[in-house]
């Protein structure tokens, strides 16, 4: 079983502060994308990471793919109220389908 | 822009009353799921469709049921609800690995 484990859970941080949040596996997947879930809506697609290794920039957002393909983080730097929510990472499992981590939820205070 | 709707943001059911939640893409995408979402649980397969007509169990399906008669339309059903089925559910909808989520029904079941 395909299973993705997010750390922290919870972050709760001040505004301007960096934080790291981390996806793990032990499969290897051929892909990792990142979604972020606001309050009230559905989870969004921020990126898509693909090669082991690999570094992607969302602006403040950055997010890299482990060597191996196992885990992905996500480093936000000089964090924003707007940058509060949920995050979700997932991989492909068949078919089109995905596995969902367990979540890292981020307060963002003023 | 690709939209997902869902009938109902908010929904009160009384236990044991037959409920349908109804989602609606605009993509012509033909894969369209069900998650239900809980906190520390994550995003939960229920049902996913390849096709109209065409369903498949994902890893929660006990208690639910589908229905997809058309291509932009997908029915997640509880057929008797209970109070375990509290929950939030979300519909996404996608043509390759990218999922696009309808803002999700707040669903409580007394």
């Known amino acids: 079983t395909q299973l993705l484990e997010q750390s922290p859970q919870f972050l709760s941080i001040q505004e301007g502060e960096n934080l790291t949040v981390y996806c793990n596996s032990s499969s290897v997947f051929s892909s990792l994308q990142w979604y972020r879930q606001e309050p009230g809506e559905g989870p969004v697609l921020l990126v898509t990471v693909v090669t082991g290794g690999e570094v992607k920039k969302l602006k403040r957002l950055t997010f890299q793919f482990g060597d191996a393909r196992k885990d992905s983080s996500l480093h936000i730097t000089a964090a924003q109220p707007g940058d509060t929510g949920l995050y979700l990472c997932a991989g492909p499992k068949s078919f089109q389908k995905l596995v969902f981590g367990t979540g890292t939820r981020l307060l963002v205070s003023p | 822009d690709v939209k997902v709707t869902q009938s109902s943001r908010y929904l009160v059911k009384r236990t044991g009353e037959k409920v349908f939640l109804e989602c609606v893409q605009d993509?012509?995408?033909?894969?369209m799921f069900w998650y239900r979402q809980d906190p520390g649980l994550g995003l939960r397969l229920i049902y996913f469709?390849?096709?109209?007509?065409?369903?498949e169990k994902g890893d929660i399906p006990e208690g639910y049921s589908v229905s997809r008669e058309k291509k932009e339309r997908f029915s997640l059903i509880l057929e008797s609800a209970s109070t375990n089925q509290t929950s939030m559910y979300l519909c996404a909808s996608t043509g390759t690995y990218e999922q696009y989520f309808g803002p999700g029904t707040r669903l409580t079941v007394t």
């Open positions: 469709s390849y096709d109209v007509k065409m369903k």
């Open positions: 993509m012509d995408h033909e894969n």
